[in-house]
């Protein structure tokens, strides 16, 4: 049994996934920040009578359809 | 609540089980080698495989237990969706590629590439089969419950049924099948529950659906005396003198004056709407004497806007005590983490071609899914306001929403909600089967076995884990499978995923720090979980008090540890032999 001295296959994790995924994470780290620093502005209503919180849940829903479309695309365009 | 059996419902049911059934005997043929078995000869199309990761991932939690947790505590069933799609963003964008890169049959292959270590097999095979087995629990539960009222059967006989039906379709096929059935409850559970919300917001809101004048404000009692049997509101329960039936709209906002009924909304009305209404939630307490167990179930009237807030469930959140805010960022962080160390979920990488191929087929399974958590919010709420809620049952929601509409779609309905328990089953079963037979068997007990014998081996495993998986769906009964696959996601997410990033990312990674990261991660999870306060009340029938954990949701604490373990160990010991 042996440590294989190569290194870790970090050069197959693309630099792009990690951008889109660093948005992410503040989109969804934003989202958990606000219910929990203030839950009170989850009642706001300040689209189409629907209150912040279902909107912030909706808007995470696409964004994630949206940015992982998005990086297909750009993948398969290099 | 007593169901009424109807033929019709019976034999939707059994077709669609059956063709079930045919189609993965029809498949079996082609799965027959190791390769073949495991991982479908690697030759899925993206495409199917994409639905196949929804059919794979939309389980009873998504479709039973998420409808049932809004249906009766409002949004925070849909925070659930939220954080499970949010899980997908981690498997595309840092995961999928590598495992691809990395593995051949199972998650500790990827584990194991560059150490060739038996700990390391070890470690991860026992977390495999936890994770595994803690996931298995809710769809059996599920199960169960779903076959009360569409079959008239027990619920330990819905379980049963399940467990049956699955081993049979793993022991024959293997992933070739599993696949297919897959591709097809996906497609199938997509279309219907589209169906069921278009019906929704053509129907509106309708005070007191399926009710006549004004809502019945009596509490209801349930009990059940020692010797089994069952009284309602003091009288033994029968067809004529039951619960009645809940979740129903009071009042509609103003500006519909007298009306009883919107007519039919679009999806940002519908909500606006519901948000200016009142709607009448039963709050459950349980207490026990000499007569027997009773649940008392009290009515009572609320602006829907609360209910349409964070805070429902995970009531603390509201009465912002710090436990509860950590407790609710505990869960957002397992679900967010814990999708991506799924073993069921990563063995599917393995059954398409190539990395392209996998990051193509996880878009499609995003989009997927991501539509189908969007429909969880309108079928939850309109399962809120339908009058056909059994008080006693979270997980039937949705089918019940159905029945509200027809009994034709309810049988339908019941039916893909059994065969969403049969994929994921069997899914969960292959992964399981796969660390038994490929990673212990093979890899640390060091038999070696021909193709043939390790397909025999996985079935026989395959065998043993849908017993253990029917024993542990009874035992957990009454439980939301949504809140028990969250606890699947915390084990999951805290045994394999500070290995899996550490491994991917941190060139300092030994083999000694991936079997500490994995085994401490996975027990610390385990041991917190089997002390919260939820497993002393509905566990072992103790007060949550006595518990000695302050949340029941270990993430926040296990992931960290995982990873801090990874790291110390990694530091103390060598990095090459």
């Not at chain 2, 000695?548 to 990694?570: K, N, R």
Request: hydrophobic content about 50%; charged content about 10%; aromatic content about 10%.
């Amino acid at each position: 049994m042996h440590d294989d001295p190569s290194g870790p296959p970090a050069a197959s994790v693309s630099r792009l996934g990690l951008g889109f995924f660093a948005v992410y994470v503040l989109l969804y780290g934003g989202f958990i920040g606000l219910v929990l620093a203030r839950p009170d502005l989850m009642a706001l209503r300040p689209f189409g009578g629907v209150n912040l919180a279902i909107l912030c849940g909706l808007g995470l829903i696409l964004a994630a359809v949206v940015l992982s479309v998005a990086y297909m695309i750009a993948r398969a365009g290099r | 609540m007593l169901h009424e059996t109807s033929p019709l419902a019976v034999g939707i049911f059994a077709a669609f089980v059956a063709g079930v059934l045919w189609l993965s005997f029809r498949l079996g043929r082609k799965g027959q080698s190791a390769q073949g078995y495991y991982a479908a000869h690697g030759q899925v199309h993206w495409a199917v495989n994409g639905i196949a990761f929804a059919g794979d991932y939309l389980s009873a939690a998504s479709f039973l237990g998420i409808c049932g947790m809004i249906a009766f505590h409002g949004y925070d069933g849909f925070l659930y969706s939220i954080g499970f799609l949010a899980g997908w963003v981690v498997a595309l964008f840092v995961i999928a590629e590598p495992i691809k890169a990395l593995g051949k049959f199972t998650f500790a292959d990827a584990l194991d590439a560059r150490f060739d270590s038996r700990g390391i097999k070890l470690a991860v095979a026992v977390s495999t089969l936890v994770v595994s087995i803690f996931y298995l629990i809710p769809q059996m539960v599920g199960a169960g419950s779903l076959v009360t009222p569409l079959l008239g059967l027990p619920h330990w006989a819905g379980v049963i049924l399940v467990g049956v039906a699955v081993t049979l379709i793993v022991v024959t096929a293997g992933m070739v099948s599993t696949t297919w059935v897959q591709f097809i409850k996906g497609s199938l559970l997509m279309f219907f529950c589209g169906l069921l919300t278009l019906l929704i917001l053509a129907r509106g809101l309708i005070v007191n659906a399926g009710g006549e004048g004004p809502i019945d404000m009596t509490p209801q009692v349930r009990t059940v005396r020692p010797d089994g049997t069952v009284l309602v509101d003091g009288r033994p329960q029968t067809a004529d003198h039951d619960l009645r039936p809940v979740g129903t709209l009071a009042t509609l906002p103003p500006r519909y004056g007298q009306a009883r009924s919107t007519g039919p909304l679009g999806p940002l009305a519908y909500l606006a709407t519901l948000e200016d209404s009142t709607v009448v939630t039963w709050k459950k307490t349980t207490h026990a004497d000499a007569e027997g167990s009773h649940q008392t179930f009290v009515p009572e009237e609320r602006p829907a806007a609360e209910l349409l807030q964070p805070g429902g469930y995970f009531q603390d959140l509201a009465g912002r005590t710090l436990s509860g805010r950590l407790n609710f960022a505990s869960l957002m962080l397992a679900l967010f983490c814990g999708t991506a160390s799924l073993p069921h979920i990563l063995i599917r990488y393995y059954t398409v071609k190539d990395a392209a191929a996998a990051r193509k087929s996880t878009v499609v399974g995003i989009a997927a899914i991501g539509g189908f958590y969007v429909l969880t919010l309108f079928l939850g709420l309109g399962a809120m306001t339908s009058g056909g809620l059994d008080p006693t049952d979270t997980n039937m929601a949705a089918p019940l929403l159905a029945k509200s509409f027809s009994e034709t779609l309810f049988a339908v309905v019941s039916a893909i909600a059994f065969t969403t328990v049969l994929g994921t089953v069997s899914g969960l079963i292959m992964a399981g089967s796969g660390a038994v037979a490929h990673d212990l068997v093979e890899n640390v007990c060091g038999v070696r076995l021909t193709d043939h014998e390790k397909v025999r081996v996985g079935k026989l495993a395959a065998i043993g884990l849908g017993v253990v998986a029917m024993a542990l769906g009874i035992l957990f009964k009454g439980f939301n499978v949504g809140f028990l696959v969250g606890w699947a996601f915390n084990i999951a997410a805290s045994a394999n995923l500070p290995a899996l990033v550490m491994l991917l990312f941190w060139p300092q990674t030994t083999k000694q720090g991936i079997i500490a990261a994995v085994s401490v991660g996975m027990t610390a999870s385990l041991a917190w979980i089997l002390l919260s306060a939820q497993a002393f009340e509905k566990i072992y029938g103790l007060p949550g008090s006595l518990a000695p954990m302050p949340f029941s949701q270990p993430a926040l604490v296990t992931i960290p540890l995982g990873f801090l373990t990874l790291v110390v160990v990694s530091l103390f010991t060598p990095r090459r032999a």
